[in-house]
């Protein structure tokens, strides 16, 4: 756990100038009041990372900055677990967790078991209508429905089931004679 006084003089600058893009970062994109002061933000970190900054800021800024800012490995202040943030919440020293950029992104992908919302399924919907597929994926779509079992079907439902078969048949039929 670091403090003011086992940091050195350079670090403690850098991460002055962190723990202001993380408040800043949190407010603006998450709507997020970060509560913990400077003190606990500097008790997130661990000795090993100080010690990895302080050996680049010696080797050099192009050293240092390509440490903070790489997007897979830099550290971050993200959050200990998906259920802790809550957008327009606050963010404490509890709820912080220093970690690599990829693994904040990761906990906050799309994952198994989590459901779109409307606006996501309407878009999602906007992008493959109209789109012919392929006859590899109509039959592993069809393969995914076999043995599942549907609600009973409107009347509507049924004519309109009816209709469109009788518009495909009619479509074949008139590829067929050509």
Same mark, same amino acid.
């Given at each position: +756990? !670091?403090?003011r006084t086992n940091i050195p003089e350079p670090v403690l600058e850098l991460l002055w100038n962190e723990y202001c893009s993380?408040?800043?970062?949190?407010?603006?994109?998450?709507?997020?009041?970060v509560t913990m002061n400077f003190d606990e933000y500097l008790s997130l970190w661990s000795m090993t990372r100080i010690n990895? +900054? !302080?050996k680049k800021i010696e080797m050099g800024q192009k050293s240092i900055d390509y440490y903070m800012k790489n997007k897979l490995y830099g550290p971050v202040c993200g959050w200990v677990s998906r259920?802790?943030?809550?957008l327009g919440g606050t963010m404490t020293v509890a709820d912080a967790k220093i970690m690599k950029a990829e693994d904040s992104k990761r906990m906050f992908q799309f994952q198994v078991g989590d459901k779109h919302?409307?606006?996501?399924?309407?878009?999602?919907?906007d992008a493959k209508r109209g789109k012919p597929q392929s006859e590899e994926h109509v039959k592993k779509r069809t393969a995914g429905q076999i043995g599942k079992k549907r609600g009973p079907?409107?009347?509507e439902a049924k004519a309109k089931?009816?209709?469109t078969r009788a518009a495909n048949n009619a479509a074949k039929e008139k590829t067929n004679d050509l």
């Open positions: +756990m !670091a403090t993380t408040i800043k970062y949190q407010r603006e994109k998450n709507s997020i009041k990895t +900054m !302080a259920e802790a943030r809550i919302g409307a606006s996501a399924r309407a878009s999602i919907g079907m409107s009347e089931l009816r209709s």
